[in-house]
């Protein structure tokens, strides 16, 4: 009697974790799934008869151009219908109801946007086709109040960027400005605001370090399909940003395999020397930066799953001259002997040092000894050489970046 009492007990407590671990992950999805609705478009409009009197139960079917997949709703009393949550792409819509002919319709979707496409049935035999919109096309948001621009994959793909980094094309978008050092946000300032004031989104999610203001996560460019650059008037759905949105949205795999492998190589033999190098007669820095990677998608289970992957490195070599002033060997010689056996023991003039100036007595005389503290040295020839300006190599970014080994991976 008691096993039979425990036994139930387990049991009755088993279902319970069991129904709130549902409950659970259950509005973690719905709320994770809201959340990322920012990342996909919508498609909505009015289905209507040839005399312009709208069609209830029509029913309306969208098709992903690249992966096949199928949305499908019914307009309501008033001949609207509404698909949310559409994966930016391709899409085409076919409007079908009793009576009426078959009339379709294709869009391009962009990350975040609203698109209306409002149907005119035909009747019964006939098919309407209107062709797509090419990308890129200007179109005139009615739907919400926002200004914002997309920076589409054809852009991403052929518009130069000297790090390869994505947020750079930032700055093709209009109402933004670049910020002075570039350290918060995505480097710009959108709207007048700060640039740490910036919303970054990754596929919806929020992709901020909030410790520093900046990008949280790095892509590889040839990862990121395309991104919305917002600049006013957009929705609560996009968070706490005051100044401006950055919406990217990465590749996925498709029906068909495709990819990339690539490397970038830039070479401080191919610069010329600084301005200020130039003038004082110094040595450019040397760098080596390669940038290289790969990115390959396609189906794992064709029209259901799909996979996509994408991995870069950057290996950056960088030195650049520091410039330091030792006493020259002529000055240690004019010394006492304390003077001279101390820099005998401690202060031998290291190998890879080049002199790149000498200062006289004559030259550093006036400066050094305003007062009569150092009447033995200005009583030393003024053409003795007194000090030596010398260079070597460090560590450091001569143009190319610091140096560094790092991989970025989606």
Request: aromatic share 8%; net charge positive; proline share 4%.
């Given at each position: 009697?008691?096993?039979?009492?425990?036994?139930?007990?387990?049991?009755?407590?088993?279902?319970?974790?069991?129904?709130?671990a549902?409950?659970?992950?259950?509005?973690m999805?719905?709320?994770?799934?809201?959340f990322?609705?920012?990342?996909?478009?919508?498609i909505?409009?009015?289905?209507?008869?040839?005399?312009?009197?709208?069609?209830?139960?029509?029913?309306?079917?969208?098709?992903?151009?690249?992966?096949?997949?199928?949305?499908?709703?019914?307009?309501?009393?008033?001949?609207?219908?509404?698909?949310?949550?559409?994966?930016?792409?391709?899409?085409e819509?076919?409007?079908?109801?009793?009576?009426?002919?078959?009339?379709?319709?294709?869009?391009?979707?962009?990350v975040?946007?609203?698109?209306?496409?409002?149907?005119?049935?035909?009747?019964?035999?006939?098919?309407?086709?209107?062709?797509v919109?090419?990308?890129?096309?200007?179109q005139?948001?009615?739907?919400?109040?926002?200004?914002?621009?997309?920076?589409?994959?054809?852009?991403?793909?052929?518009?130069?960027?000297?790090?390869?980094?994505?947020?750079?094309?930032?700055s093709?978008?209009g109402?933004?400005?670049?910020?002075?050092?570039?350290?918060?946000?995505?480097?710009?300032?959108l709207?007048?605001?700060?640039?740490?004031?910036?919303?970054?989104?990754?596929d919806?999610?929020?992709?901020?370090?909030?410790?520093?203001?900046?990008?949280?996560?790095?892509?590889?460019?040839?990862?990121?399909?395309?991104?919305?650059?917002?600049?006013?008037?957009?929705g609560?759905?996009?968070?706490?940003?005051?100044?401006?949105?950055?919406?990217v949205?990465?590749?996925?795999?498709?029906?068909?395999?495709?990819?990339?492998?690539?490397?970038?190589?830039?070479?401080?033999?191919?610069t010329s020397?600084?301005?200020?190098?130039?003038?004082?007669?110094?040595p450019?820095?040397?760098?080596?930066?390669?940038?290289?990677?790969?990115?390959?998608?396609?189906?794992?289970?064709?029209?259901?799953?799909?996979?996509?992957?994408?991995?870069?490195?950057q290996?950056?070599?960088s030195?650049?001259?520091?410039?330091a002033?030792?006493?020259?060997?002529?000055?240690?010689?004019?010394?006492?002997?304390?003077?001279?056996?101390?820099f005998?023991?401690?202060?031998?003039?290291?190998?890879g040092?080049?002199?790149?100036?000498?200062?006289?007595?004559?030259?550093?005389?006036?400066?050094?000894?305003?007062?009569?503290?150092?009447?033995?040295?200005?009583?030393?020839?003024?053409?003795?050489?007194?000090?030596?300006?010398?260079?070597y190599?460090?560590?450091?970014?001569?143009?190319?970046?610091?140096?560094?080994?790092?991989?970025?991976?989606?």
């Open positions: 009697m008691r096993l039979a009492t425990l036994w139930k007990t387990f049991t009755t407590s088993n279902r319970q974790l069991g129904l709130i549902v409950t659970v992950l259950g509005l999805a719905f709320s994770v799934s809201a990322a609705q920012a990342e996909n478009g919508q909505s409009g009015r289905v209507t008869d040839p005399q312009g009197a709208v069609v209830s139960g029509a029913t309306v079917t969208a098709t992903s151009a690249e992966r096949q997949t199928k949305r499908t709703t019914a307009t309501s009393g008033t001949g609207d219908y509404t698909l949310t949550a559409l994966a930016p792409g391709k899409w819509l076919a409007v079908q109801a009793p009576a009426f002919g078959v009339a379709k319709q294709a869009v391009i979707v962009a975040g946007s609203r698109n209306v496409l409002d149907f005119k049935l035909a009747v019964t035999g006939t098919t309407t086709t209107v062709e919109v090419s990308e890129g096309a200007l005139v948001d009615t739907q919400s109040p926002e200004v914002s621009q997309v920076i589409g994959s054809k852009q991403v793909t052929e518009l130069p960027t000297l790090t390869r980094n994505p947020y750079d094309l930032v093709t978008a109402n933004v400005q670049e910020q002075e050092g570039g350290a918060r946000g995505v480097g710009f300032a709207n007048g605001q700060r640039s740490a004031s910036t919303g970054i989104l990754l919806g999610a929020e992709n901020v370090d909030t410790f520093t203001a900046t990008v949280g996560q790095s892509i590889p460019l040839d990862a990121v399909q395309e991104f919305r650059v917002i600049t006013n008037n957009f609560a759905e996009y968070g706490r940003a005051s100044g401006g949105i950055v919406n949205l990465t590749k996925s795999g498709t029906n068909n395999f495709h990819g990339t492998v690539y490397e970038f190589n830039r070479l401080s033999a191919y020397n600084t301005f200020d190098n130039g003038a004082n007669n110094l450019k820095g040397k760098y080596t930066r390669n940038q290289f990677g790969y990115s390959i998608g396609g189906p794992i289970v064709k029209n259901k799953l799909f996979f996509f992957n994408s991995t870069e490195w290996r950056v070599r030195s650049a001259p520091a410039f002033t030792i006493p020259d060997p002529a000055l240690i010689a004019a010394a006492n002997a304390n003077t001279q056996a101390f005998s023991a401690f202060g031998k003039k290291r190998a040092l080049q002199t790149v100036k000498v200062l006289t007595v004559g030259q550093t005389a006036g400066t050094l000894c305003a007062t009569t503290a150092c009447a033995a040295f200005s009583a030393l020839p003024a053409g003795t050489p007194a000090f030596d300006v010398v260079s190599a460090v560590p450091s970014d001569a143009g190319g970046g610091l140096q560094r080994t790092t991989s970025t991976r989606l």
